[in-house]
């Protein structure tokens, strides 16, 4: 029997059509990895019960998701914090293995390429400053391979210049995305309030720095900029989170899963998007692998823990509660790891509690989900059990690295045996 053939025999296609749309209308632009475009198609297949296109289409996009390569350019004059934003975008220490060194003399005229730790296709290069060259901005282009990445980002630690504007005019032309980066702005707030204790205001001298970068730009180009005011060592504070959103809000649908699997975890706001992400590539591989097929509940749950593993170790490395990370982490905080890892929820999702095994809390999960999405129609969909495993996971991995943003929270004496708090179906 066919897919298309097993497929009629659900409660219907037009229904099941509605619950995918709706789906993935959940989630903010930022956090889609679905383009419109596939979405729409998707629909449209299962509406006309058209399964085998549907499906075709859902392989495809997932091939594009998990083989999307990211080439971001970084380019700026010496002294801008061009290497240690680098490193701040990469989540890697100034003196880690494979950081970008930092306070070292532009002496090449090379690019050189610095890998994502743990995502390999995630690329930042390192462009020597428009500004030490005698090439005009489209040859410099032409000369540093312009057409390789998916968007610029210039950096300045002062003012930004007539060959940083000219530059990003030469992007526009070839059609590409450029953003303005202006990093140091801690330290410049700092000696602002050590130079005027009495009449310091914080909002006024960023709004300052702003106007400032902004002029100097408008001379040049016929819009005003975007101009992202950054520190380099803390970057959930300024507009560090606002710019992660931006670049996610413009790139491309299937190449936004791994920028955001690559962002650290330092706000609640990029933890959920990564959430966010991780459930819709979930959902697709579900529907990939049994589209609108009834999946008995039975079985053993214990086949589907152990073909994760790898999954749940993934899982880990993304939402930094892998041993390394958090060896990192317990340091930071001045305890110790075994203290660390046994007040998060995550390393201990194996083991029972209250003589409950994963089993009985996964029924308890699949019940809850399976109500609140449609109740038989969502059976078709949803009754994939690794799929359920997985959102277990994800939800589970997410809390943890939420209460790890809170160290006064997350080391404070509870009765609960870890501090994450679970989903409320979970108990």
Not at 54 to 63: D, E, H
Not at 237 to 242: H, R
Not at 406 to 426: C, F, Q, R
Request: some cysteine; aromatic content about 10%; overall charge neutral.
């Amino acid at each position: 029997m066919s897919k298309t053939q097993r497929g009629s025999d659900l409660p219907g296609s037009m229904a099941w059509a509605s619950s995918f749309d709706a789906f993935f209308k959940n989630f903010k632009r930022e956090s889609q990895i679905l383009s419109e475009e596939n979405i729409i198609l998707i629909k449209s297949y299962t509406e006309t019960n058209n399964l085998q296109k549907a499906l075709s289409v859902i392989n495809n996009a997932l091939r594009d998701i998990e083989n999307a390569p990211l080439n971001i350019a970084v380019t700026g004059e010496t002294g801008t914090g061009k290497s240690t934003f680098i490193n701040a975008l990469r989540g890697v220490g100034q003196e880690d293995i494979g950081a970008a060194p930092t306070g070292v003399t532009e002496t090449t005229w090379e690019r050189i390429p610095y890998l994502h730790p743990k995502l390999p296709q995630v690329i930042l290069w390192d462009l020597p400053g428009i500004g030490s060259s005698s090439f005009p901005p489209e040859n410099y282009l032409t000369e540093m391979k312009f057409g390789q990445y998916d968007f610029f980002i210039i950096i300045s630690a002062t003012r930004f210049k007539e060959n940083d504007a000219q530059l990003a005019k030469a992007i526009t032309k070839m059609k590409m995305n450029f953003y303005f980066v202006r990093t140091k702005i801690d330290i410049d707030v700092d000696n602002e309030q050590k130079s005027k204790p009495k009449t310091f205001n914080k909002e006024n001298v960023l709004m300052k720095i702003q106007g400032d970068c902004s002029r100097h730009l408008q001379k040049a180009l016929s819009s005003e900029p975007r101009i992202f005011l950054v520190s380099n060592f803390d970057v959930s504070d300024f507009d560090f989170p606002a710019l992660q959103t931006t670049l996610l809000r413009e790139l491309p649908a299937h190449k936004r899963h791994v920028f955001m699997l690559s962002l650290n975890d330092v706000t609640e706001e990029t933890i959920n998007l990564k959430r966010d992400s991780l459930k819709q590539k979930v959902f697709l591989e579900a529907l990939k692998a049994g589209v609108l097929a009834t999946i008995p509940l039975g079985g053993m749950i214990m086949d589907d823990i152990e073909n994760l593993d790898e999954t749940f170790d993934l899982y880990k490395s993304y939402f930094g509660l892998d041993d390394a990370s958090l060896r990192k982490i317990a340091k930071k905080f001045n305890t110790p790891v075994n203290t660390l890892k046994a007040r998060l929820r995550f390393p201990h999702l194996f083991t029972q509690m209250n003589n409950e095994s994963l089993e009985d809390k996964l029924r308890k999960y699949i019940h809850h989900i399976s109500s609140v999405t449609g109740g038989p129609v969502a059976a078709g969909i949803y009754f994939k059990k690794s799929y359920y495993l997985q959102n277990l996971f994800i939800d589970a991995a997410a809390n943890d690295a939420i209460a790890l943003l809170n160290k006064e929270d997350l080391l404070e004496n509870k009765v609960e045996p870890y501090v994450s708090k679970p989903p409320d179906y979970w108990e």
